[in-house]
């Protein structure tokens, strides 16, 4: 039996309140079959010639390799950063998770 890929996307956020947002966004949108908000995290970055520290919560996203580019496009669009982080990477999933992935994002899923 093969293995499903999935896409997973990792972004942080500002605080609690736009995690919940943005994930519930994409998961209405039916972008995302899963929205997993994480513990909040201490993030150290370089920023405008300085380095800065924040609190940030991040939110890993699951979803078809089909469906990855347009919730990039979502998360970017509705990400309060300006230049908001965005990762993905494609994962092996077993096999019933991958397609449970793969039929809540697809557009006959609604």
């Known amino acids: 039996m093969t293995t499903p890929s999935i896409t997973l996307i990792l972004t942080t956020l500002p605080d609690a309140t736009a995690a919940e947002g943005l994930a519930l966004g994409a998961l209405s949108a039916r972008l995302a079959a899963c929205a997993t908000r994480l513990a909040p995290v201490e993030s150290s970055y370089h920023w405008e010639g300085r380095i800065e520290s924040a609190t940030e919560y991040p939110v890993l996203f699951k979803t078809s390799a089909a469906g990855a580019a347009a919730l990039q496009v979502f998360i970017a669009t509705h990400h309060p950063y300006q230049v908001p982080e965005i990762l ?11 397609q449970w992935v793969h039929a809540e994002t697809s557009k006959n899923a609604c």
């Open 88 to 98: 993905s990477w494609d994962a092996a999933a077993a096999p019933a998770y991958g």
